[in-house]
């Protein structure tokens, strides 16, 4: 799911903590949310990223 959705809303907190609150396919989705989030939470610090996910290595068994 996340290889489908890699922009991503993260909202910033004290002590340089951040959280991943929404993924989208479009940046345009993104940044329509984020409009919203900032009239709901106006205090907040939220950023729009592109975080593609990393394919991981599958693991062989034995």
Do not use: G, Y
């Amino acid at each position: 799911m996340e290889k489908l959705n890699p922009w991503c809303i993260v909202r910033h907190f004290p002590s340089m903590q951040h959280q991943i609150v929404a993924r989208f396919r479009r940046r345009s989705d993104a940044e329509a949310h984020s409009q919203a989030l900032h009239r709901l939470i106006p205090s907040a610090t939220f950023t729009i990223i592109f975080n593609p996910a990393v394919e991981q290595p599958e693991q062989i068994t034995p």
